[in-house]
T-cell receptor, first 111, second 112 residues
């Protein structure tokens, strides 16, 4: 299976703290994406990082990619209660191959 | 003005029945997908259509049959429902040449 893994499975932090989630995958990728899923809702695309990129920012989000370690991290700075959700990484391995999702990290931000 | 919509949101049915889930996107995207999310939140691709043509068909029982009447719609028909089909089914779409996907709100299917 090419399924990646997020780590930790669950994370609980206080509002204002930073949250870091990690994702590992198994073989060379074309790109990697992070998605957020609020309880009972569909997934929302957050950010995409290509295999030749090492870091990307979007607002309070910072994503890094280390292709030598086959891993990525998502940092959410100055977290808010509204950031409470599950976060998934998903890889595209080549061309039209489907996205492969990990099992997600459940983030709880306590006000 | 919902971008990707699914109906119904909840579906409760008995084993052996046949049911359909509908998906529509008004984003003008070329590619549409069906995913299954199990009770452990594991999300797995089932099918992908590009301009009404099937391009990805993962190892899904042939009781599941997708149909794309036009580029904006991708419906999922399930025959002879089984207990293990209980899950949340998500429809998604993506624009040509882009990898990011836009998801619908999901349909929670419960088979009793």
């Amino acid at each position: 299976s090419q399924q990646g893994e997020e780590d930790p499975q669950a994370l609980s932090i206080q509002e204002g703290e930073n949250a870091t989630m990690n994702c590992s995958y198994k073989t060379s990728i074309n790109n990697l994406q992070w998605y957020r899923q609020n309880s009972g809702r569909g997934l929302v695309h957050l950010i995409l990082i290509r295999s030749n990129e090492r870091e990307k920012h979007s607002g309070r989000l910072r994503v890094t990619l280390d292709t030598s370690k086959k891993s990525s991290s998502l940092l959410i700075t100055a977290s808010r209660a509204a950031d409470t959700a599950s976060y998934f990484c998903a890889q595209t391995y080549s061309g039209n191959t489907p996205l492969v999702f990990g099992k997600g990290t459940r983030l709880s931000v306590i006000a | 003005d919902t971008a990707v919509s699914q109906t119904p949101k909840y579906l409760v049915t008995q084993m052996g029945n046949d049911k359909s889930i509908k998906c529509e996107q008004n984003l003008g995207h070329d590619t549409m997908y069906w995913y299954k999310q199990d009770s452990k939140k594991f999300l797995k691709i089932m099918f992908s259509y590009n301009n009404k043509e099937l391009i990805i068909n993962e190892t899904v029982p042939n009781r599941f049959s997708p149909k794309s009447p036009d580029k904006a719609h991708l419906n999922l028909h399930i025959n002879s429902l089984e207990l293990g089909d209980s899950a949340v089914y998500f429809c998604a779409s993506s624009p040509a040449g882009h990898y990011e996907q836009y998801f619908g709100p999901g349909t929670r299917l419960t088979v009793t």
